[in-house]
């Protein structure tokens, strides 16, 4: 172990370089890269055009048959065919045309009869007038646009001019009606034709002179157009729904594209081709693709290694640790599916998925544990696919995300040896029904024999899952030195050899220390700190003690107490040296740092009152500084809080007949003392966490030393 811990210290050395962190993730990259390598490498068949199939060939991707898809949009465009639109306008416009054709005629004849009879007042001698004459005509046509009597005879004109009143209001009526009727329907192109036979077809019948009923028929159809006009907006807006109605021609991913003797025709080469699978054709995209997964996945972890608040010396363990778990996770995850055989049954669901969430929960923090989860999940969908269709085996990723997922969460903040195992053991059944509940989705149909092989890979993954943890754990606890809830747990026992030893050499100092543990570890719990930590650390606090157990008062028992035939120089050597000489047992013992640094700190650079005024009253020039622990001051919450509990639980016990009042004096005096000789400065405890602590120890205290009833002494008698 001597010789792992070195090496661990050598590479850990290293780390401190942080493009030698740099240098580790790209390693880590590129070892990832060619694990997964042949995971994304595209499968090519050797097939030849009409000759049969060696084997069914299966679609390894999804895609998009471009010719069939236009095919088949062009064929949507020619069945939607133009959009026509009924112009109900066009009738009303109409029937003003043909009425100013009979208005303009009205007007005319009309100048023409008030010209004569005005002529006639003057007494003039005026010939009888004759309608109808081709200069009335040409007054008539002036009246109107050339486009109108282009189509119109003169003939038209004439008899209008001509005909009687009387008939001609009735014949325009007829007209205006017939057109009415007629336009108000839809006309297309190909039956305007029909349209104006069925206008004539109206005038025909009725009673107007033969002349004058054959000018209505000339209007009439002379007014019927084609009013059902092409809408090239909406008929756009129709070609282009067609067309978006039309889903793309797809060849599916795990879609059939031949089976095994079947004849490779023009269309199966086709598709073949266009998945990609034909051995002439090479693609390097999964491969580009593989890397800048790869560089996303190292990137954010490096990122997130770079912005943790840790020392150095703990970064650096935290990484190296990571990239053996990570590796080890790696390696199984390869090796397990080496054996998948896709026709039986998918091997991910043997792979240990939850190892390398416990096993970093466990040894550094929860939140890089579920990063990892996440990983492995993602890496599990490809190096799982050998039994899916595609690159992406989602099911092996969804497999390993929840069931590492669960084991965060079944274990709980104290982490003891057994409390693994069984959560490997309720992971079984998890990882079961898990399983169960992912073929359902599936719809997979399975024989009783593969349900027995599924609660067999569900067992194996969660106990093994365990059964990693608990093995591997104490190796990485030795060879990085690191403190584990697992460790504390130990630490506490009394075989411990350094509580034996406190407790045979030291019982008051041993008493002591599990009265502080008690104060300690409450009031750490009710701010959020490590109280097992504490606990554990005021067990080995005053350690040191043990070297000259008769100079602290604990262990003065019916013994003269030696400090009175010392001087106070002496006597403060003596204390001082407890904590320098209990560092050094623990640092011979191999204590984790943590309860060295506890040991080193509780009592920060506090001063030695009593023997200090003892040296002033001796009239003795002494300074200050002489007279105080040589610190460092508490860096930690735990370390703090156990400084405050060690002066109380002293000062408490010398009390004589302690109440409340005087213990929530007590306990604040001595807060307020520290606070103001700068004790916590280096630490991240609040005020309001100090006030937490006053009513823990308070609380906890009280209970210690709470009112007993006197009981009357009965005598034998």
Avoid: W
Avoid at 50 to 71: C, F, M, S, Y
Avoid at 85 to 113: C, G, H, M, P
């Amino acid at each position: 172990m001597s010789r792992v811990y070195k090496a661990v210290a050598k590479l850990r050395e290293l780390l401190r370089v942080k493009v030698f962190q740099a240098l580790l993730f790209i390693i880590l990259g590129l070892i990832s890269y060619f694990v997964m390598f042949d995971n994304v490498r595209p499968e090519k068949i050797n097939v030849k055009l009409l000759t049969p199939a060696e084997k069914t060939i299966r679609a390894t991707q999804t895609v998009v048959d471009k010719e069939k898809t236009a095919e088949a949009r062009s064929e949507a465009v020619k069945e939607a065919g133009d959009i026509y639109t009924l112009k109900k306008e066009y009738a009303q416009n109409r029937v003003d045309l043909i009425s100013s054709i009979f208005d303009s005629a009205k007007e005319v004849k009309q100048d023409l009869i008030k010209k004569q009879q005005a002529a006639k007042k003057d007494g003039q001698d005026t010939e009888k007038l004759v309608l109808g004459t081709p200069e009335q005509v040409a007054l008539v046509k002036q009246k109107l646009t050339e486009d109108v009597t282009k189509e119109l005879s003169d003939s038209v004109f004439a008899t209008l001019l001509k005909s009687d009143d009387n008939e001609v209001e009735i014949a325009e009526d007829l007209t205006l009606t017939a057109i009415h009727n007629v336009m108000n329907t839809k006309i297309p192109a190909a039956e305007v034709e029909i349209a104006k036979k069925r206008v004539e077809e109206q005038l025909r019948f009725s009673s107007l002179p033969q002349d004058l009923k054959s000018v209505a028929v000339v209007l009439g159809r002379f007014a019927i157009i084609q009013n059902d006009i092409y809408d090239r907006e909406k008929s756009e807006e129709k070609i282009q729904a067609a067309k978006e109605s039309v889903e793309p021609v797809k060849i599916l991913q795990g879609q059939v594209i031949v089976e095994e003797g079947q004849l490779v025709d023009q269309d199966i080469y086709r598709n073949l081709q266009l998945a990609g699978l034909l051995e002439e054709q090479t693609s390097y995209l999964p491969y580009i693709g593989l890397g800048l997964f790869v560089l996303l996945t190292m990137g954010g972890l490096f990122y997130y290694f770079q912005l943790a608040r840790e020392g150095d010396v703990k970064k650096q363990s935290q990484i190296l640790l990571f990239s053996i778990v990570y590796l080890l996770s790696l390696l199984i995850m390869k090796t397990i599916s080496l054996f998948q055989n896709a026709e039986f049954i998918d091997v991910v669901y043997f792979f240990p998925a939850a190892f390398a969430a416990m096993l970093i929960k466990v040894l550094l923090n929860e939140r890089l544990a579920i990063a990892t989860t996440i990983i492995m999940a993602c890496y599990g969908t490809i190096i799982f696919n050998g039994g899916s269709a595609s690159n992406l085996h989602i099911t092996a990723g969804i497999f390993i995300l929840l069931s590492g997922t669960a084991s965060i969460i079944l274990l709980n903040t104290k982490n003891y040896r057994s409390k693994i195992l069984q959560a490997g053991m309720i992971l079984s059944l998890f990882n079961f029904v898990l399983i169960m509940a992912l073929l359902f989705i599936m719809d997979a149909h399975f024989q009783k024999m593969e349900l027995l092989f599924f609660m067999l890979s569900a067992l194996v993954s969660g106990l093994s899952s365990s059964i990693l943890t608990i093995g591997i754990l104490p190796f990485f606890e030795t060879g990085f030195g690191i403190l584990t809830t697992m460790k504390l747990i130990e630490l506490s026992n009394p075989n411990h050899p350094l509580l034996r030893r406190i407790l045979t050499e030291a019982p008051g100092t041993y008493h002591h220390s599990v009265m502080v543990a008690n104060l300690a570890e409450s009031a750490c719990e009710a701010i959020g700190a490590n109280g097992l930590l504490a606990r554990v650390g005021c067990y080995y606090h005053d350690i040191g003690k043990t070297k000259r157990p008769q100079f602290f008062i604990e262990n003065q028992m019916n013994i003269e107490n030696p400090h009175d035939r010392l001087d106070p120089e002496t006597s403060k050597d003596i204390i001082l040296a407890h904590v320098s000489d209990g560092v050094e047992y623990l640092r011979k013992h191999r204590l984790p740092d943590e309860i060295v640094a506890i040991a080193k700190e509780h009592h920060g650079t506090t001063l030695l009152k009593y023997f200090f005024h003892k040296a002033k009253n001796e009239e003795r020039e002494v300074k200050e500084a002489d007279f105080r622990y040589p610190g460092p001051r508490p860096q930690s919450k735990e370390t703090a809080v156990i400084s405050i509990a060690d002066s109380v639980e002293a000062a408490v016990r010398s009390m004589g007949g302690p109440t409340a009042e005087k213990i929530d004096s007590l306990i604040k005096s001595i807060i307020v003392e520290r606070l103001q000789d700068g004790q916590f400065n280096e630490c991240d405890i609040t005020m309001k966490e100090l006030e937490i602590v006053k009513k823990s120890l308070s609380e906890t205290l009280k209970g210690i030393f709470h009112t007993r009833i006197e009981y009357p002494v009965i005598s034998n008698k």
